[in-house]
Structures are given as structure tokens and as C-alpha cells.
């Protein structure tokens, strides 16, 4: 079966067509949907098996980036969304899609009290563009990471240093296996704490990032696929393999609940 997957876009996001290009690439079906239709309608929610935030500048990153996007999840939509995440729904949020899911609160712990980490402006204090070497952890539950060695991807944001309310916190990120994915050493663009590039819940179903894998889902995406030899050429280039992890993880029928 091909997954069917939802992605939500809103005035000012601009990388949903990427995205649902990545995921039809990895094998999906997808439907982009306005989030004003979603408000309306709830339980469309119940019809999808992963769900994409994409990336962009949503409401102009008034207040700030994400901040005005996640409120209005959080106060009409915050309910079905636990409940996908419950039936077992993988959700992804990319760059300002990741600002949205801290905001919101479902990451990293969708039954936090409180905001426990946040995206800040960069420590340079603009907007930075460019392609940046990172790994998964391969210990953490994240099932978008799984499999991936080192690889680079574009990062592209002015709010990207991920901050976090307390050491209590961060180290109890660690011990969950909740930090997904770090920059390499020395590569840290924004400032980021621990040098974290990506953020997954406790269950390792939802996974934000800042940098962009819908933008290399081929090889010739790199800047340097010319000179990287036909090994790096025929391999699957590592943006897709997120979008793959995704779609195989809801196709293997033990990870999800019917209910
Ligand atoms: N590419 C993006 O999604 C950018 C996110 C956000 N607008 C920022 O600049 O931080």
C-alpha cells in the first residue's frame, strides 16, 4: 500500500512542493492541504499515515518564526494530532516546520507541561544559506534517521539556534535518545546547544530539523556530485532515505495501531 501522507501549508510556506515531491519519490501518496481546511475539518487528520510541516516563512515569521503557525494548531488542532501520534503516525517537520513543532509543544515531549526547548536567531544574527556535514546518532528511536552515516545537507534559516530551557533538559534529551541528528564537530552554523540539528519525541515518530533532506533527494542536488565518483552518484541520496525510513515504517503493519 502507499502511504498516504498529508502535508499542511499555510501563508508563507514555500517548500511544500518539495516536499511532497520527496515523498512520492520514496514511495507515498500525498495531499497538500491549507491549514484553514484542516481547522474545518479535523477529522481528515484520521485519514493519513504520516504527516509532513514543511518549511518556509509562515505568517512572515511575525512574533517569531513558527510562533503564530503553532498557536493555531495548538488551540484547534492539538488533540487529533496526539491521536495520530498514538495510531502510530511518523511526522516530520523541516526548518520552519521544525520552529512550528517546538512551538506547538510536540516536541520534544507532546505531554510537557511547559515549552522545553525553543529555535532562537542564529548567534551570527542573519540568515544563513549553505550545504553543512551532519550525522544521525544511531542511537537514537528516531525512525526517519535509521541507516544514514555522515551525509551534508543545505541549511537554510535565520532562527535555527536550538536552545533548551535547562541542562536538566538537555541530558535528559541524551538519555532518551532523543537527539536525532547533530552537526559535525566545528560545523555548528546557528549555535545550537550540543551542536543539535534535529530533535525526535521520546517515541521516535516525530522528528524536526533544521536542515532541508526534501532539497537532496538526488545526487546531482550536491554541489560537488561532479567530482564525488560514481559510487556517490548511484547511491541513494541521503535526503530520500529519511522520507524512505518513513514510508517503510508505516508499511511494516506491527508499527501501526488500526484503532
Ligand atoms: N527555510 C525555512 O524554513 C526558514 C525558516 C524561518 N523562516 C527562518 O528563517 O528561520
Redesign the pocket.
Known amino acids: 500500500m502507499k502511504p498516504n501522507t498529508l502535508i499542511i501549508r499555510t501563508a508563507?510556506t514555500?517548500?511544500d512542493r518539495e516536499l511532497a515531491h520527496a515523498f512520492q519519490l520514496a514511495g507515498a501518496d500525498t495531499h497538500t492541504l491549507h491549514l484553514n481546511e484542516l481547522i474545518e475539518h479535523p477529522d481528515r487528520l484520521e485519514t493519513f499515515d504520516i504527516v509532513g510541516f514543511?518549511?518556509?516563512?509562515?505568517y512572515g515569521?511575525d512574533i517569531s518564526?513558527?510562533r503564530i503557525f503553532a498557536n493555531r494548531l495548538r488551540h484547534r488542532l492539538y488533540e487529533p494530532l496526539l491521536a495520530a501520534i498514538d495510531r502510530g503516525v511518523p511526522m516530520i517537520g523541516?526548518?520552519?516546520?521544525?520552529?512550528v513543532l517546538v512551538k506547538l509543544g510536540l516536541l520534544p515531549d507532546p505531554h510537557a507541561s511547559e515549552q522545553l526547548v525553543t529555535?532562537a536567531d542564529?548567534t551570527l544574527g542573519r540568515?544563513i544559506d549553505k550545504w553543512t556535514p551532519m550525522a544521525a546518532d544511531p542511537a537514537s528511536a528516531c525512525v526517519w534517521t535509521k541507516g544514514l552515516d555522515p551525509f551534508d545537507l543545505p541549511?537554510?534559516?535565520?532562527?535555527?539556534r536550538l536552545a533548551v530551557r535547562n541542562d536538566n533538559v538537555l541530558q535528559q534529551l541524551r538519555e532518551q535518545g532523543q537527539i536525532a541528528l547533530r552537526y559535525a564537530p566545528g560545523h555548528n552554523p546557528n549555535g545550537s546547544a550540543d551542536d543539535i540539528a534535529g530533535l525526535c519525541d521520546p517515541t521516535g515518530l516525530v522528528l524536526g530539523l533544521?536542515p532541508?533532506p526534501e532539497r537532496f533527494v538526488d545526487p546531482t542536488q550536491h554541489p560537488q556530485w561532479t567530482r564525488r565518483g560514481d559510487k556517490f552518484l548511484q547511491a541513494e541520496a541521503p535526503g530520500l532515505t529519511f522520507f524512505r525510513n518513513a514510508v517503510q515504517h508505516v508499511q511494516t503493519p506491527t508499527n501501526v495501531n488500526a484503532g
Do not use: R, T, V, Y
Open positions: 508563507g514555500n517548500c514543511p518549511g518556509g516563512f509562515s515569521d518564526a513558527g523541516i526548518c520552519n516546520g521544525f520552529q529555535l542564529n540568515f541549511i537554510a534559516h535565520g532562527e535555527g533544521m532541508h
